[in-house]
């Protein structure tokens, strides 16, 4: 993508080192599809800790809209995370979105639904980084449980507090936020198993498979499919 002109309608970006990525973004709209970055009505970039449906409808607006400079408009999502209902708001804006419009959202970590991520060209930002996370795969089952209990320790104390509506709300993004740690966590699974050879781990993605389509429905026992899957691999 970073030597063409012709663009994609949306792309989804991973990578570690955001700022660097942003910043490789912004050289290639500037030095090779000659998109000013700077000053520029049309060209957007907005960072987001949650990128919400408030903000996934600021987009849209955005996106209707008519180019001021006659050219290209560009948004930038740059996030750590976007909620569930975003991703749906999002998904008909990607789908058809107007002429000329292109969009890039950049996270460190794989966040999108699969309905969502079907619309975008992945791309896995190319750097060296070292990975601290100690290989799932190579755990003991007790230290694997430990794991789940610690990524799901939140959700869980958050579901035994009811004490107000405020607090009500905040429980249900530490959930959502909870079901995309979980999600990150399988993406890291499947990678291990994937390096061990598909063949050889054929039952194990198997249950990977299945883990990953009971974490997306709503309202899913979220430790309790955790717990299966650390089992079953």
């Not at 955001?18 to 000013?36: D, I, P, R, W």
């Not at 429980?171 to 999600?183: S, Y």
């Not at 390096?195 to 198997?206: A, D, I, R």
């Amino acid at each position: 993508m970073y030597h063409s002109k012709q663009l994609h309608h949306a792309y989804f970006v991973i990578g570690h080192k955001v700022e660097e990525v942003v910043s490789k973004l912004k050289h290639f709209f500037q030095n090779v599809v000659g998109v000013e970055t700077s000053g520029n009505p049309d060209f957007h970039h907005g960072k987001y800790q949650t990128f919400t449906i408030e903000d996934a409808r600021a987009l849209s607006e955005g996106e209707s809209r008519k180019s001021l400079t006659g050219g290209k408009k560009i948004f930038i999502i740059e996030t750590d995370f976007i909620t569930e209902e975003a991703q749906n708001s999002l998904l008909k804006v990607f789908e058809e979105p107007t002429p000329g419009t292109h969009f890039f959202i950049v996270s460190p970590q794989d966040i999108l639904l699969p309905t969502l991520r079907s619309r975008m060209q992945v791309i896995f930002h190319d750097e060296e980084r070292s990975d601290k996370t100690k290989s799932v795969l190579a755990m003991e089952i007790p230290e694997r449980l430990t794991l789940v209990k610690e990524l799901t320790e939140g959700i869980s104390e958050a579901k035994s507090s009811k004490s107000s509506i405020a607090r009500s709300d905040e429980d249900g993004f530490r959930e959502e936020k909870t079901k995309q740690d979980a999600i990150t966590l399988l993406n890291q699974i499947e990678k291990e198993l994937h390096e061990k050879g598909v063949e050889k781990s054929h039952q194990s993605l198997k249950v990977c498979e299945s883990t990953r389509a009971a974490l997306y429905d709503r309202g899913a026992p979220i430790k309790m499919i955790l717990e299966n899957l650390m089992l079953g691999i």
